[in-house]
Each structure stands twice: as structure tokens, then as C-alpha cells.
């Protein structure tokens, strides 16, 4: 219901900005990991959002107001859970501005459909053979173009059949958008005559591709309309949330991906209704409650703000040779590496070895650096922004030089809702350094890791290889105390080694 709702706001304010002005490309802003994604690297972006909220948050503000009127509730009286594919729909509930103005959260609690799987299968319930029912009105029905919404494309061919209509007044007969469809591991374009105006438009999934498309966007080498991005793989049918295809199941599996896109296409194929305006739930709601799309009252309740969020990018900025000394071109490391990579090529999916040329490049330089970036580039035929994108994703890599014990705080959306922010605040302030610096006296350097995948014991950190869970802010004095003892009593241990080999020599 609420992902037609979504559409009918987003077509909206799509058309708005295509015939009245506005940011463009704009961009979609349903995925939770993308928003937060956009907010933390790339702010400039953050004016081409969609001020929509997403279907969860919709239906959140929805039942606590429109719904609680038709029941005759009280909106403290009502908990709202939703049953989601993406743990980072647990960050979102959790957003301040998603909550009503006496500070009550539109969506109390969040699971995830993993999650739901694990208690519907310990209560022994029989999904097969339990009898068949339709959703509750007045906020049940939804059309095909509900439906697609969970796969990457879904959101851009569902918007563009309604958006298609505000400007027409007509009916788009040709509802599939085959163009950005699929689970690929591509960017997806195509160009639609809408109205004797062409618009153009992009889907990626994937921050990695997620990098790619906004800065050629940012290098005015692309130019777009409308822009798709959701942050997993396939989409919200590859949510970080979703239930594993068996014990042996690959959870990013494509072919897999593949079948769950195709089975949302067929739930569209199959409903008589394949257009978000058909919704007569949704057209009974503007009627009685919310007026038209964009109205004030649905400005309030459907739509959001975004801003830059702390941490700002995962390391500090950086311009070559700001580093202590400047690595040369000719430095002999660079000779080990060609060496290893030109061992790589004519792998099967050469590109798909990135990671293993990565480590060796972290192994050899202590980080990674811009000019191994370059080189690697120029080597694998292979953007720099991909390069960075993984370089930057895995907490592992860094690309500035590392302190002896490497401090990788999680700020994953498990961590982050548990007070990783905090936690790290006080490492910064105890050490005098903020991320992708290090010591004076190179002990510590201090990171920021995207995730560390152990959610269930947020907050988390790592100092080098070793895991530090279920933390709290008074953790750090501790930690900081206990290694920086550790490197005193190696440094001594050294001093006394050397001292006994001089006494040896003589």
C-alpha cells in the first residue's frame, strides 16, 4: 500500500521539478543504507533527495494518524512494528526526524524478515497450509507497481508509469521498463519520451556503483533526470535482512537475486491494477485525509529532510604527498606489485581479483596509497572510483599511513544506533586525532569501519586483528591504556635485543 503511496509522492515531486524547476538529477530515497551513505559522503547530493520518506516510514506516519482517526486510537496507544528486508530500516526508525512533533515514533520497533523467519519457525507455524487472506483495508491494497518496488529498477519503472500520467494525462500502455531491470552487476540507463520531453534516467545497486554514477554526475561527464540507487545487491530483495536460501545458500547469490526480481515481476504481471493512481485505498486516502500529492498535510506526514551526517567520509582527505614522504614512482615497490597483479590477469572475472591486488598493495606500502590507487588503475583497467569504492568499504584497507594499533570502530547501523557515535568521540578526544589520523607518537591511528558483521554484539570495535564487543563509552580510556602498555613493553623488549646484540659484537 504505502510503496504505491510512495510513488504517487515521488511522481509528484518529480514532476514538479521536471516542469517547475529544482534539483535534478533527482534521486530516490527509499533505502535506508543509501540515505545514510549520502548524508556521510557525499552531502553535496543531499538537495537532489527525494523528500519522500520511504514506504515503512509512510506507513508508520499513516497508522498513527489516518488510521488511528478511522479506529478511533490514540497514536501513543498504537505500536507500530514493521517486518523489513534491510537492517538499516532499524537505523531509520531511529531518526529523529522521522518522529511526530510530540517526539513519538511513527515506527516503534523493526525486525527483519530473517528475524520474522526465526520466530514464525519456533512457533511452528505452517506458511503453506495456513489459509489464504487479503490485507486489511484501509491501508491494504496495493497494485503491480507496489509490487516491483523491492527489485533494483522497480522504484524508477513504477514512478515513471505514474509520473507518466501527472504530466499525460494518459495511460503509459508500455508498463515494462525492460532498460532498468535486472540484477547485473551494471549500471542500468535508458531515455523515456514523456509529454515530447525526453528524461533520462540511471539505476545502480550497490554503493559501488552507487560511487560510480555520482561522480561522473559530479564530473558532468553523465547527466540524468531521475537516478535509482539502492544500497544492496538486486535491491531490497537482496536486503541485508533477508532469509538464507538454505544452509548452503550464498546470500548475494545472483541467480538467486534473479528469482526473487522475477517473482515480483510476476505478481505485477498478474494483477489487474499495474499503476500506483489505480490504488483505490491510496485514492480514498487523498479523498478523505491528505488532499493531493504534495498537499501540506501530505508534506507533513509523507515527506523528510536530510543533511550531512557525522562521521563525514571514512578517512581524512587528502592531497599527494601530504603523507610523511612522498612515494615516487620508481619507489622498487611498485615493481613487486606490477609483478603480482600481471600474475593475476587472465583469471576468469579478472576484475573480481581487485581485493587480493588491494592486500598486497596494504602489505607492501603499510596503507594504500593514491599513487598505488593510479597505478592499479591504469594496470587492471579499472576506474579509480570503483577502486576507492572497495578500498573504502572493507575496514580493513586504509588509505592513509596506520598508527602500530589500527582502531576500527563500527559505524555499521547496528553499532550506530547502539552508541558507536559516542564511542568514538571519546577515542578522538582521548587520542587528540579524528579518523584516518594518526599519533604523534605512531602507536594509534584511528578508523572508521563500515562494518565488522557482528551485529548481534554492537557496538564493536577492532585494535588490529583483535574484537572488542558490546561496548560503552568508558571502554576506550581502558583500551587505549592496555595497548599503548603493550607497545611500551615491545619497545622495550627491542631496545634490550639491540642492547644485547651491541654487548655480543664486541
Known sequence: FTADLTIMEEAHELVQRLTKGGPLPMLTSCSAAWMKFVEQFYPEFVPNLSSCKSPMSMMGAMMKTYWARQMKLQPQDIYSVAVMCCTAKKYEAARDELRDPNGLPYVDNVITTREAAWMFKSMGLDFPNLPPSDFDHPLGESTGAGAIFGASGGVMEAAIRTAYHMITGQHLEDLQLKAVRGVEDVIKEASVNIGGREVRVAVAHGLGHAIELLEAVKRGERQYEFIEIMGCPGGCIGGGGQPYAGAQAVPMDRELLAKRAQ????????????????????????????????????????????????????????????????????????????????????????????IPVLHRTQNLFGHIPEEAVEFIAIKMNIPRSKIFGVATFYHYFSLTPRGQYRISVCMGTACYVKGAGEIAQEFKRILGIDFGQVTGDHIFSLECARCIGACGQAPVLMVNDDVHTRLSVTDAQKIINDYHRMAMEAMETQKEAKTDKAKAAK
Do not use: M, Q, W
Open 263 to 354: 517473482a515480483l515481476y510476476s505478481i505485477d504481471e498478474a494483477k489487474v491494477k499495474r499503476r500506483s493512481y489505480e490504488n483505490e485505498d491510496v485514492k480514498k486516502l487523498y479523498a478523505d485525509y491528505l488532499g493531493e500529492p504534495g498537499s501540506s498535510l501530505a508534506h507533513r506526514l509523507l515527506h523528510t529532510s536530510y543533511r550531512a551526517h557525522y562521521p563525514s567520509g571514512v578517512v581524512a582527505s587528502r592531497k599527494i604527498g601530504d603523507s610523511a614522504g612522498c612515494i615516487r614512482p620508481d619507489d622498487p615497490r611498485f615493481a613487486e606489485l606490477e609483478a603480482f597483479i600481471d600474475s593475476r590477469k587472465g583469471v576468469e572475472h579478472e576484475h573480481s581479483e581487485l
